[in-house]
């Protein structure tokens, strides 16, 4: 998948989480078996705007051509969503989460791989 795509797909989904922390942030930790409460939907409301700036650089960057600054743009949102994705497993096993987060932990891992795998093109 070329760079370009895989951004703008990145966008998509850092958009529809934006949406869902800010809206109806109560409709999100339920999906992993969390209880949720007016602490955690604050702390959900005030993450979503870290969705913005994935959103803004990757669709920034996405029609960049290929260069050291693009590929660390690729290497460090690939971080980012690795990390998310250890953190949901790390919470299945401890069961705090559902094994639902192991799909999402699955995504965050695939969106990973196809940022790192854009590095290559």
Do not use: H
Not at 2 to 21: E, G, K, P, S
Not at 36 to 65: E, G, K, V
């Amino acid at each position: 998948m070329t760079f370009q795509l895989v951004a703008r797909l990145v966008v998509l989904v850092c958009a529809v989480l934006f949406v869902i922390f800010l809206i109806a942030p109560q409709a999100y930790s339920p999906l992993y078996g969390v209880e949720t409460n007016q602490s955690a939907q604050f702390m959900t409301r005030r993450a979503a705007p870290m969705f913005l700036a994935p959103m803004i650089i990757l669709w920034a960057a996405s029609s960049a051509p290929r260069n050291g600054l693009r590929d660390a743009i690729a290497f460090g949102f690939a971080a980012l969503f690795a990390g998310v994705g250890v953190t949901g497993v790390m919470a299945w096993m401890q069961g705090v989460a559902s094994p639902m987060t192991l799909l999402a932990a699955a995504g965050e891992a695939l969106i990973a791989a196809l940022l790192l795998g854009t590095r290559k093109n």
